[in-house]
């Protein structure tokens, strides 16, 4: 299996700042990389799609980047509602495989 | 409304089975491949099962295969996840996804999700 690394684990920011997480695969994964916004007890949300395509209805302050094993979230500006958890997964290989989460909270 | 509702968790003891039902509506169901993703209290995601648009094709993960079995009823809009010889490590909430692809490809990834049913195995 894929093992997907998140980094950092948990981050605080305040409105308005520029936020960066960063997720690594254990091979290359070329542009197979998703990402999904989670909040406390809700169901996860697709923002990012193959490594940096905006799924429907996601604000443009969030972008996606990379390939092969780095690749990168970005909110260019953090909102009120963004404080929650931040996956990235692949769909390059079976099984699909999760990071283990990036918590961004309020500083 | 486009929609996926999970039902049919609870507590079981472990050894015991249960089975779940996610209903679909506000899209077309039968085009599309559909997976069991679940979240452990406290922990992060992982992928269950997935099952193409018409039927044909099943993956399970490792943790999972010869124990759960993942069925669908295009007629009733209805996905279902038959869970045989449960174990504590099955504690989770459980959500139905919807695959991003359609009759062509799987995509392996998620653009709708339900909200979850928890299933808890204790004695």
């Known amino acids: 299996d894929i093992q997907m690394t998140q980094s950092p684990s948990s981050l605080s920011a305040s409105v308005g700042d520029r936020v960066t997480i960063t997720c690594r695969a254990s091979q290359s994964i070329s542009s197979y990389l998703n990402w999904y916004q989670q909040k406390p007890g809700k169901a996860p949300k697709l923002l990012i799609y193959a490594a940096s395509s905006l799924q429907s209805g996601v604000p443009s302050r969030f972008s996606g980047s990379g390939s092969g094993t780095d690749f990168t979230l970005t909110i260019s500006s953090l909102q009120p509602e963004d404080f929650a958890t931040y996956y990235c997964q692949q769909s390059y290989s079976t099984p699909p495989t999760f990071g283990p989460g990036t918590k961004v909270d309020i500083k | 409304q486009v929609q996926l509702v999970e039902s049919g968790g609870g507590v079981v003891q472990p050894g015991r089975s249960l089975r779940l039902s996610c209903a679909a509506s506000g899209f077309t169901f039968s085009s599309y491949g559909m997976h069991w993703v679940r979240q452990a209290p406290g922990k992060g995601l992982e992928w269950v099962a997935v099952i193409s648009y018409d039927g044909s094709n099943k993956y399970y993960a490792d943790s999972v295969k010869g124990r759960f079995t993942i069925s669908r009823d295009n007629s009733k809009n209805t996905l279902y996840l038959q869970m045989n010889s449960l174990r504590a490590e099955d504690t989770a909430v459980y959500y139905c996804?919807?695959?991003?692809?359609?009759?062509?490809?799987?995509?392996?990834?998620?653009?709708?999700w339900g909200r979850g049913t928890l299933v808890t195995v204790s004695s």
């Open positions: 996804a919807k695959d991003k692809g359609g009759v062509t490809r799987t995509y392996w990834y998620f653009d709708l």
